[in-house]
């Protein structure tokens, strides 16, 4: 079986000459596909019957995604789904949405996963701590956004903003994830701005390296965690012996290639990279290289980790400004609801009755 997702709209086209139809007829298929969210492909009622047995014969067919679990936080701004692959698979991906009072529609932006668990195991990661099952394919990672496409076309919005970082490091299923950017930032296919996307990675560096090749106006992120290769290995226990040292360099070089700046995402995890002294050596690592942090007080959901008292936090962050390193505290959105990375599906594995709510 071929998913109609995972074609790129000139692999439609070749289908649809394959098939020996007309060429109008790959833009209505795809116009279906990415306005109407079809369950399977007899509901494409754009083509005609014959056309579209015609495609099912030839193996084609709309793959299936159940929402088995559904949780809102209780301001309604952040909606995580639990969704069941076609085989069985569980994966999680949420939408956070950010009303501004002057703006008729809010900022929805949809956090995917890429894999099935992560083989990276940061300690303070769910999903990380429940190790690495399988790499999701690009019509995985698309289905994710289609279902909240849907939820929000009913309500007459729409996403605006889209983020890689779900379950898995999406730089470690390198070509399915690029797939997944190509098909969702086509004209033809569900057209979303390169510059509305961010794909996070732990710093898989051949993939950044590629990436930076490209020839795409995505954002990146880099998480980083600590500023010295001691303290990143023992978060990051899959980080290389310069890790820091090498992240910070091709951060320049992504900048160099792009014009896009790299932002730094950088979790804060009490007693253990949070103090003062940690954050003077964060600032003068990044000090004068254009980057922006983001400081994340981290999620308690693995390794007993917590997160630091406010004032530590703000501490932090002032050491980092007052050397004139841009930072944003960005507290996560819908904790409540296990909104974390990996933390639903965590929650469902451990009780198996949530599914059937
Ligand atoms: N694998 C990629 C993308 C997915 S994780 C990466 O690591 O960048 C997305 C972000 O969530 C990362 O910055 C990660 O460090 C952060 N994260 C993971 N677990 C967290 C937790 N318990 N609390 C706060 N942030 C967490
Ligand atoms: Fe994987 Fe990212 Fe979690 Fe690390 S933080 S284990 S790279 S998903």
Request: glycine share 8%; proline share 4%; hydrophobic share 40%.
């Amino acid at each position: 079986m071929t998913d109609l997702y995972r074609m790129l709209p000139e692999e439609i086209d070749d289908l649809v000459k394959l098939l020996g139809e007309p060429r109008y007829r790959a833009d209505q298929l795809l116009q279906a596909l990415y306005n109407e969210f079809p369950k399977d492909v007899s509901s494409i009622k754009q083509l005609p019957a014959e056309m579209r047995s015609k495609l099912t014969l030839a193996g084609h067919a709309v793959g299936s995604a159940n929402e088995v679990h559904r949780v809102v936080s209780e301001d309604g701004e952040t909606t995580k789904l639990l969704l069941k692959l076609g085989d069985g698979t569980l994966i999680e991906t949420v939408l956070m949405q950010y009303h501004k009072k002057d703006k008729e529609h809010p900022r929805s932006t949809v956090c995917v996963s890429t894999q099935v668990g992560c083989a990276m195991g940061c300690k303070f990661c769910a999903t990380g701590q429940m190790g690495f099952e399988r790499n999701l394919k690009a019509e995985e990672i698309v289905t994710q956004v289609l279902h909240f496409a849907s939820m929000l076309h009913e309500r007459g919005e729409h996403i605006t903003n889209l983020v890689f970082m779900g379950m898995g490091e999406p730089l470690a299923n390198y070509a399915e994830t690029i797939r997944s950017v190509k098909l969702l930032t086509h004209a033809r296919a569900f057209g979303l701005g390169q510059r509305h996307i961010t794909i996070s990675t732990v710093g898989v560096m051949q993939g950044i390296e590629r990436l930076a090749e490209e020839d795409l106006q995505i954002g990146l992120a880099i998480s980083l965690h600590a500023p010295n290769d001691d303290l990143r290995q023992k978060l990051v226990p899959t980080a290389g012996p310069h890790s820091v040292e090498d992240l910070i360099s091709v951060t320049r070089s992504y900048f160099k290639k792009t014009g896009r700046r790299v932002s730094l995402e950088y979790a804060l995890l009490d007693g253990i990279n949070d103090s003062k002294e940690i954050a003077e050596e964060l600032a003068a690592l990044l000090k004068g290289n254009g980057v922006h942090v983001n400081l994340i007080p981290v999620n308690p959901t693995a390794g007993g980790f917590q997160r630091p008292r406010w004032k530590r936090i703000t501490e932090f962050e002032r050491v980092l400004k007052e050397a004139g390193v841009n930072c944003t505290v960005r507290v996560e959105k819908g904790s409540e609801i296990s909104a974390a990375c990996g933390q639903l599906r965590t929650d469902m594995v451990k009780n198996p009755n949530l599914g059937s709510t």
